[in-house]
């Protein structure tokens, strides 16, 4: 990670009984992300302890655009995208951040 780095925070919903399937699905899609794409430079994910239906991944990218715009058209997200609505029960939340202090 660098300090300039985009953080990028996605917050999905499993479906009520789907939270297996949704982090396994997670867990290999992260995989292939950073595997495939050099411009993500670091990928967490987390599930909530009192509602393993709700997932969070903390992502850095070298920018905003390198995630908005070719992360998002690849034939490894473009296949999660169509099998979500299976087992996640919106589509995510995305907001971006930038690193402003360490301690």
């Known amino acids: 990670m660098n300090p300039t780095d985009t953080w990028v925070i996605i917050r999905y ?8 399937t949704a982090a396994r699905e997670l867990s290999s899609l992260v995989t292939t ?3 495939r794409e050099p ?15 709700d997932f969070t991944l903390i992502e850095t990218w070298t ?8 992360h998002l058209e690849t034939p490894h997200i473009q296949a999660f995208k169509a099998r ?3 087992f996640m029960a919106a589509p995510p939340e995305i907001t971006y951040w930038t690193h402003t202090h360490t301690a």
């Open 33 to 35: 992300v950073r595997e």
């Open 63 to 70: 920018s905003r655009e390198a995630y908005a715009g070719p």
């Open 84 to 86: 979500a609505a299976d």
């Open 39 to 53: 411009d993500c430079t670091g990928i967490t994910i987390v599930q909530r302890d009192d509602d393993p239906t």
């Open 13 to 20: 919903r499993a479906q009520p009984g789907c939270a297996d």
